[in-house]
């Protein structure tokens, strides 16, 4: 081996040998905060318990926990989060979770800023577990908690109806999964687009926005391109959007419409899946999922659709903005001037 090739090698391993150990610092540091934030909620919990059993033994009011603010403050020196306000929510906290075990685990896996979020806005017990869950699997900062609350992300992946023929494409555990993975609907507000558009552009604002579009999705997405090509022997096909899903073991191509669903597009998304299997997956892999993103969908064409599609295939819509603002509302075309529109590209020219 010459000088240069073992100094080469040498660089090599002490790349990887830094990259190891930036890893484990980092993966340290992440569970030191998860430690630390347990600790931290636990506490929370245990005043919010002792200040309400205080209240129903001795009967204080709230001068007591204004006083009892000022106390720790003057005892702590510079010590912060033990505001009035803040004595009072540590209180909420356990009056809200008391005779919930299971929600008062997983409590204590979120920072208190999420907790303080989910209990102002949302009352349900099963939309609080939703978000608690999603958080904590999602890794999700408090403002994108924040903002799946306003885009009632519960609402769109939960209590929605589904449209997929998963339970026939599927082995049982797999279908479920899927399902579970799966959106009847996405908010890509965050795109930015106030007015129709083709679906090119739409793909190319996606991917500009992939980040976003990953937090939206959900987690263990992980994006692998667009205008994804497969080589066959004879001709090139392209995939709008491919991704590959973690849990799923499988890769998920997304093809996007911007008008409403048409029952071709099922057939198209069958033959896709087809040359993923067999040019694409690896060894290991499950089965291709297609995943049909539309403007608007029928339930009832997209079962007839589906019922003879031997590829498992999920349909879904997306809602660019939640509320069209009104200086829009006039100027915007109407979905059939869009569908037209739509249907002039589609349209072959011809010589006049």
């Known amino acids: 081996?010459?000088?240069?090739?073992?100094?080469?090698?040498?660089?090599?391993?002490?790349?990887?040998?830094?990259?190891?150990?930036?890893?484990?610092?980092?993966?340290?540091?992440?569970k030191a905060a998860r430690v630390v934030n347990r600790e931290l909620i636990d506490l929370y919990w245990?005043?919010?318990?002792?200040?309400?059993?205080?209240?129903?033994?001795?009967g204080w009011g709230k001068s007591v926990v204004e006083q009892l603010s000022k106390d720790i403050c003057l005892e702590f020196d510079g010590i912060q989060g033990f505001?009035?306000?803040?004595?009072?929510?540590?209180?909420?906290l356990f009056e809200q979770y008391k005779n919930d075990p299971n929600l008062r685990q997983l409590v204590a896996e979120i920072p208190w800023g999420h907790n303080l979020l989910i209990i102002n806005k949302i009352d349900d017990y099963q939309e609080r577990k939703y978000y608690i869950e999603a958080s904590i699997e999602n890794g999700w900062s408090r403002n994108v908690l924040l903002n799946q609350i306003k885009a009632n992300s519960y609402q769109r992946h939960k209590l929605t109806e589904k449209t997929n023929n998963f339970s026939s494409a599927l082995p049982v555990h797999l279908a479920e999964q899927a399902n579970e993975v799966l959106k009847d609907g996405y908010m890509l507000d965050f795109l930015g687009i106030t007015k129709p558009v083709l679906?090119?552009?739409?793909?190319?604002?996606?991917?500009?926005?992939?980040?976003?579009?990953?937090?939206?999705?959900?987690?263990?997405?992980a994006f692998l391109g667009n205008q994804y090509r497969i080589k066959t022997k004879n001709k090139d096909y392209f995939i709008d959007l491919l991704f590959f899903h973690r849990k799923l073991k499988c890769l998920v191509a997304i093809e996007l419409k911007a008008g409403e669903f048409k029952p071709e597009y099922a057939g198209k998304m069958n033959f896709y899946l087809n040359l993923?299997?067999?040019?694409?997956?690896?060894?290991?892999?499950?089965?291709?999922?297609?995943?049909?993103?539309?403007?608007?969908k029928d339930n009832f064409e997209i079962e007839y659709s589906l019922r003879d599609i031997q590829k498992p295939v999920g349909v879904s819509e997306y809602y660019?903005?939640?509320d069209l603002p009104e200086k829009f509302r006039d100027t915007l075309p109407s979905l059939n001037e869009l569908k037209a529109r739509l249907r002039e590209k589609e349209e072959p020219a011809t010589d006049v």
């Open 1 to 30: 081996m010459s000088e240069a090739s073992a100094v080469q090698n040498s660089l090599l391993d002490y790349s990887a040998f830094l990259s190891t150990i930036k890893a484990e610092i980092q993966s340290s540091r992440i």
């Open 46 to 58: 245990n005043i919010g318990e002792m200040i309400v059993k205080k209240q129903y033994e001795l």
């Open 83 to 92: 505001s009035p306000r803040n004595l009072w929510d540590m209180k909420r």
């Open 199 to 221: 679906e090119r552009d739409l793909e190319n604002r996606m991917v500009e926005k992939i980040r976003d579009v990953l937090i939206e999705f959900g987690h263990g997405f």
């Open 276 to 296: 993923l299997d067999d040019f694409v997956r690896e060894d290991g892999e499950n089965p291709s999922i297609g995943l049909i993103l539309c403007a608007e």
């Open 320 to 322: 660019l903005t939640k």
